[in-house]
């Protein structure tokens, strides 16, 4: 029997062909349509060349019609390189040269940007207008096949959006997400065919396409869709299509809290909440749980783990703060800059070996090695483990301050100023300093209506943590910058420069 992981769309569909697989406001997609709709993407791409091993593009927002791109391409063997719709030409070529994708399936509203890039990597490219694009299927020779894959073969080329340089890609096997898939559907959300997600994380990021996409498949659960996240839209969507689970990042949960929706929300079908992509305030977390009458769940894991490493299981006990223990299959432990592990409560760096562990980066061999020594995948990231076995990130290991040889965690500054009542987000980064090597800098966007000024901040900080751990340097923006998950963006943030950074809110 073959491994491909799409098998677990034809098998949703032989067992429950007419329920609904996909919604998207008015339009539902049934577990039978959707099956026949990804037979004839795949006859599509046969008769246009694509073999197996094969890579294609597939840049579309989410709508029912990435479902059908992502298991058209995987059923006829080829390997999905999903991509952010907001990609300008240039970034398009990136991502089909690099990985020498033949061709690019694209949604038809950012055409100028899917044409170039494709023209300059020499990939044909499909684009995908409503309307048309069924006609394109109705045309197609289906081919209801599933094309024979190892678990060992190559189904997703995930680009990670690294600090520095360009992109990797990291090939992640039909065996890697069809076993993260089934621990998410299975032991984590517990999801069933009486389930409805709420599909508003990205299909092209490793989170939604894991947790929501393959996870919902896997267990015949309904999933109705979002194609641009806005927290009062989310909140109608959990109450009109009565949603049950919620996966989201953390500025998610902290948007749905804020909008002027949140106090007349109907949120009482949501069974558990399930958090990721980066680490969640325990204040965030406390306020929605308390607001909305919901479990939340955190857990942890990167693109190049499929994604899912470790999380607060359902049936344990829930940890605020802590990204719980490793999953099933799975070995998670903290070590030292000579790959030793540390002693209970000390910090160290994340390490991780288990099923969900990438092949590799895509023709990057240095990389490789580099990320991956002796099984073990080194993730950048610092924690400490308690007594009980719970992981507790501390920061990204590039995110460290060093103060004057001291080491500040932003993200404990960070807990600090989420508690404060007029602050509605907070990224704390390094600002050079001269004499200390780097100071402390917070960049804080307030709540709508709220003052505060940078010395009472400040004041506040200070009195709360140790003196050469609170920000000297304080400024205030609009908005933070963020990706395509909502993930809150350091290296994008700008530092202000002399009496600007002290500078009171306007």
Known sequence: MSDNLAKILTTAAEQSADDIAIKLDDTEVSYGLLNEGSARMAGLLKAKGVQAGDRVGVMLPNVP?????????????????????????????????????????????????????????????????????????????????????????????LYTSGTTGKPKGAELTHSNLLRNCTVAADELGEITDDDRLLGALPLFHSFGQTCTLNAGIHGRAMISMIPRFDPDKALEIIARDKVTLFQGVPTMYNAMLACESADSADTSTLRLCMSGGSAMPEEVMRKFEEKFGCKVLEGYGLSETSPVASFNHPDKENKAGSIGTAIKGVEMKVVDDDGNEVDQGEVGEIVIKGHNIMKGYWNRDDATKEAIKDGWFYSGDMAKVDEDGYFFIVDRKKDLIIRGGYNVYPREIEEVLYEHPAIQEAAVVGVKDDELGEEVGAAVVLKEGEELSADDLKAYAKDQVAAYKYPRHVWFLDELPKGPTGKILKREIEVPSGTQAEASAQ
Do not use: Q, S
């Open 65 to 157: 019609y990435f479902p059908i791109a992502y298991y058209g391409v995987l059923r006829a063997g080829a390997v999905v390189v999903p991509m952010n719709v907001l990609l300008k030409g240039r970034e398009v070529g990136f991502y089909l040269e690099d990985p020498g994708a033949k061709l690019l399936i694209a949604w038809g509203d950012f055409a100028e940007a899917a044409e170039k890039g494709a023209e300059d990597a020499g990939a044909e490219c499909i684009l995908v207008k409503p309307g048309e694009f069924e006609k394109l299927l109705a045309d197609a020779e289906p081919d209801h096949d599933l094309a024979a894959r190892d678990g060992e073969d190559t189904a997703v080329i």
